[in-house]
Nanobody, 124 residues
């Protein structure tokens, strides 16, 4: 059974940090590019970041560039999203997604596998 399980979300004050993790199982993790996608209340999904299968190339939406860092550990079959300088507009459910080639959109239909999401709330 394929699983992507996100963790690490929570409530944080503006300016704070969180580290999201996404643990994969049931597929050849090291062969897939990975993305993070978020969806805020009442809004459509927004692509946030992506990393290629080897971890050597990373990509970011302009809204998070310079504040978020994506990384992966293929031995642990886990992808991470380090989020710093968080803003209230970062509040959303964050999903990790796997695709055999890089995806840069929020539409889950293009991804091969999709997690259940973790809530991030940035509020004072």
């Amino acid at each position: 059974e394929v699983q992507l399980v996100e963790s690490g979300g929570g409530l944080v004050q503006p300016g704070g940090s969180l580290r999201l993790s996404c643990a994969a199982s049931g597929f050849t993790f090291g062969s897939y590019d990975m993305s993070w996608v978020r969806q805020a209340p009442g809004k459509g999904p927004e692509w946030v970041s992506a990393i290629n299968s080897g971890g050597g190339s990373t990509y970011y939406a302009d809204s998070v560039k310079g504040r978020f860092t994506i990384s992966r550990d293929n031995a642990k079959k886990t992808v991470y999203l380090q989020m710093n300088s968080l803003k209230p507009e970062d509040t959303a459910v964050y999903y990790c997604a796997a695709r055999i080639s890089l995806g840069f959109v929020g539409d889950r239909r293009i991804y091969d596998y999709w997690g259940q999401g973790t809530q991030v709330t940035v509020s004072s």
